[in-house]
């Protein structure tokens, strides 16, 4: 929010591609900006060009990116990430870069950040933070990477919405961030065998789902089990078999266009994801 503050106006517009995290819609709105939104389209969360190029004009201030993506898994390749940032040269757009997930890529390709593109680097706000990657989701402590004339107004704004994180909490961050690589590969692993342990269930409930490429959420189509919305199914199944998950039209706008799918959330112990798959296959009778 505090990046959005420092750089959008009344009236600006802001690119934001959906499925979206719930908070960017808004946090867009309540700078007085106006959300463009892009679809990613399922199997692959892939976007048209086309589409994205239609949603620059001369009133785009941002471009809101997010990779590895919640809620699709999605891991925005170098092609697409060059898409868009030649649409922020372009147009002048800064891209406020979301990477809370960047260690959690189950792809053989290496993470890439937007703001290593050649020209991006002064143009790009990239964000981060601890929750994901060590598991300490209730400390909300982050971090922006960000030439100083953009830093400058994120800290002013920043000071006047929480004044600062707590100290001790900064001082366990450093350490956290210190860690060897091996820590950070064996998250990846320990996401991935979750993720291989959980989809399989989907797929056998009925569910038409791709395995995700990063995160730990799957988005899944439930087109086959069921002619309810997405708030009414995803009451059905925890009426029925005791399992919850995110109705997808938490993540669109228009909501409509979320409304097959459902979001579950792999972050679990195994026996947790055991109970919840087998509680499942019970929506298929």
Known sequence: MATMLALIDPGDEVVIFQPFYENYG???????A????????SPDWSFDPDELRAAFSAKTKAVILNTPNNPTGKVFTRAELETIAALCQEFNAVAISDEIYEYINFTSRPHISIASLPG???????????????????WRLGYCVAPEAITAGIRKAHDFLTVGAPHPLQVAGATALALPQTYFDGLRDHYQHRRDLFVPYLERAGFAV??????????ADFTALSTLDDVSFVRH??????????????????KADGRHLVRFMFA??????????????????
């Open 120 to 138: 991006m680097a002064e143009r790009t706000v990239t964000i981060s933070g601890l929750s994901k990657t060590f598991s300490a989701t209730g």
């Open 210 to 219: 791709r395995p995700p490429d990063g995160a730990y959420y799957v988005m």
């Open 237 to 254: 199944m925890i009426e029925t078999v005791g399992v919850a998950g995110v109705p997808g039209s938490s993540f669109h706008d228009p």
């Open 268 to 285: 679990k112990k195994d026996e947790t994801l055991h109970a919840a798959g087998t509680r499942l296959q019970g929506l298929r009778r």
């Open 34 to 41: 106006t959300p463009k939104w892009v679809s990613l389209r």
């Open 26 to 32: 808004p946090d867009a709105k309540l700078t007085g």
